[in-house]
């Protein structure tokens, strides 16, 4: 058992998760693994998407054109002009294509078990979406077995990493009861640090009749089992599940343990989810479908991200998040999978950053950086999402010669290159 978080996690640049993520782990169709002790250059790279103003281009993205990086152990030692690289042990030709920070997917469901292919036949056939499939999946997942849920977490983690996703968090929700719960989070656990504990997904069929005792049990002995497992506390606020009220005692119950708040807030309607987030402080707002003024307003002046998961809208055939408008007003926007069996079941962020751009109002600029760094931000880390020395040599490699390929040319799997912790995964 991994010990409990402190109440507000800061960024933890020694945190070393390479040996527990599966993302780490060779897969089938990968090229060799090399042990990553020796220093390697990237180099002949058409443009590197750094992520640190201070660098290239100074944008947010801090561009540099023909440029170079050099790889120590798991971290980057240096960027910058191809011409006036170091020398290094190793060296990789790029070949003209683009290299961006790996994406930070910093919403996901992933430890469940079955799928919702009717459920989603019937909306495409004009039913609306109402969340109430999430029963579904968790009387699946109830019935699976452990190594049933671990394989079908590791398969959709080698499925976005094939994809250039680097680091993911996930969520526990689909068990609904303290024993599954805790496991969904054990399991989690041993893929990644980023586990969020969501008892408070919807009331519980087992409560239904009484959600205050539910409400009971998630803020009393099913956090005490889960919060040895988690980094972070989360409530589905929305009317058909917790409302404002429940939602703050689930959070504060969880801050009081250690987790630090994170909120799933007007996705389906208008609500007190966003305003609950500011005022708790929490590390993001997720889906932010239908704001106000005023909940657009305190998330600007806040340290809270709105995170975006256009998969989301595409899945329910919604109306779409108004990025342009959060961003116009200053908000920080992060862009994110929400990958599930229900409402959201894509692990490609490359598709999120397409749908964001064309649907949603951003650039192809700001969407990247909202997938990678803005990611990052969503998780308060300052380890992954740039590319600049010290962070972890997390990226990717395009077969494009720019990052806006992604949007330019939806659907087509560009990204042919992925390193993690400066090991060559894809
Ligand atoms: O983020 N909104 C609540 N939870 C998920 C959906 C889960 C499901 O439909 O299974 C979401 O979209
Ligand atoms: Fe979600």
Redesign the pocket.
């Known amino acids: 058992m991994r010990p409990a978080r402190a109440p507000d996690p800061d960024p933890d640049p020694t945190a070393d998760q390479a040996t527990k993520d599966a993302m780490s782990s060779p897969t089938t169709d990968s090229p060799a693994h090399s042990a990553s002790t020796a220093s390697t250059l990237i180099t002949n790279i058409a443009a590197l998407v750094t992520n640190d103003p201070s660098l290239g281009d100074g944008s947010p993205l801090g561009l540099i054109r023909d440029a170079a990086l050099v790889i120590d152990g798991p971290r980057v030692a240096w960027t910058g002009d191809r011409s006036k690289a170091p020398a290094t042990d190793n060296r990789v030709d790029a070949g003209g294509r683009a290299v961006l920070p790996g994406f930070v997917d910093s919403?996901s469901?992933l430890v469940f078990a079955g799928d919702?292919t009717e459920e989603f036949n019937a909306r495409m056939s004009g039913r609306a979406?109402t969340?109430g499939?999430?029963r579904t999946?968790v009387a699946a997942t109830r019935a699976a077995t452990d190594e049933e849920l671990e394989a079908n977490l590791v398969r959709y983690l080698r499925e976005a990493l094939r994809q250039g996703t680097t680091t993911f968090e996930t969520k526990s929700?689909?068990g609904l009861t303290v024993e599954d719960e805790a496991r969904a989070l054990r399991i989690a656990a041993r893929h990644t640090d980023e586990v969020t504990y969501l008892g408070a997904?919807i009331v519980s069929p087992d409560h239904a009749e009484d959600p205050a005792a539910y409400v009971a049990l998630v803020t009393g002995e099913m956090l005490d089992a889960c919060a040895p497992y988690a980094r972070w506390i989360d409530v589905?606020c929305?009317k058909g599940?917790f409302d404002g009220d429940q939602a703050r005692a689930v959070l504060t119950a969880g801050r009081a343990r250690g987790l630090h708040p994170r909120i799933?807030a007007n996705?389906l309607s208008y609500g007190p989810g966003v305003q609950l987030a500011v005022e708790l402080d929490a590390a993001s707002a997720?889906?932010c479908t239908h704001l106000t003024d005023a909940d657009v307003d305190a998330l600007a002046h806040s340290r809270t991200v709105a995170t975006l998961?256009p998969g989301?809208e595409f899945s329910t055939r919604a109306a779409w998040p108004d990025a342009r408008r959060l961003l116009d007003a200053g908000v920080t926007v992060a862009l994110s999978t929400?990958c599930?069996?229900?409402?959201?079941f894509t692990s490609s962020v490359p598709f999120c950053v397409a749908l964001a751009v064309r649907d949603m109002g951003m650039t192809p600029d700001e969407a990247v950086w909202s997938a990678t760094a803005g990611g990052a931000r969503a998780l308060r880390r300052d380890d992954v999402g740039r590319l600049s020395p010290g962070a972890y040599a997390d990226l990717v490699l395009l077969d494009a010669p720019s990052h806006v390929h992604l949007a330019y040319r939806p659907g087509v799997p560009l990204v042919t290159g992925v390193w993690r912790r400066g090991v060559r995964e894809v």
């Open positions: 919403h469901h919702r979406y969340a499939g999430i999946t929700g689909y997904h589905f929305e599940a799933h996705q997720d889906h998961l989301a929400d599930n069996p229900g409402s959201s």
